[in-house]
């Protein structure tokens, strides 16, 4: 197993394993950790002594907007604003065709902006040319 986490912050249940699953078919060994809401996904990036966990460190995000708790763009927001985590790559992987939300994500900092597609084999592509850029090609500090 690849030692440089994934965080994935995913609600809904199907698209959580839609996900895990099209990164184990395209043989991506990183550890997959999910936060089901906004909320939990900072408690992780900016856990303290005890609660600290590997996901504080992720290779990339994959973050979803319409969550509870937190949204999505504001979980982005923390991020960025924050010294430690700043410089995380952040994909937002949503199903929001809305423009507003596309001009929102790029303005609050996102690296990449993608819709997840219906289909599980275009999905799986997806997941796989993700997979091959961020966790392959790009450098991060």
């Not at 609600?11 to 839609?18: I, Y």
């Not at 982005?76 to 596309?102: F, G, H, M």
């Not at 929102?104 to 592509?125: C, H, M, W």
């Not at 997979?131 to 392959?136: A, N, T």
Request: proline fraction near 4%; charged fraction near 30%.
């Amino acid at each position: 197993m690849n030692s440089d986490p994934i965080l994935l912050i995913e609600d809904n249940a199907d698209d959580e394993l839609l996900t895990i699953r099209a990164i184990k078919k395209n043989n991506i060994l990183n550890q997959v950790i999910v936060a089901h809401d906004g909320k939990e996904a900072l408690e992780l990036l900016f856990a303290e002594g005890e609660n600290k966990c590997q996901a504080c460190e992720p290779k990339v995000i994959l973050l979803d907007l319409n969550l509870p708790k937190i949204s999505g763009l504001d979980v982005l927001k923390a991020i960025r604003e924050d010294q430690r985590t700043r410089n995380y790559p952040v994909v937002i992987l949503t199903s929001s065709k809305e423009e507003e939300d596309i001009k929102k994500s790029y303005t609050l900092g996102a690296n990449s902006y993608i819709r997840k597609p219906v289909d599980f084999d275009q999905f799986t592509d997806t997941i796989k040319q993700l997979g091959s850029y961020w966790l392959q090609l790009n450098e991060t500090i």
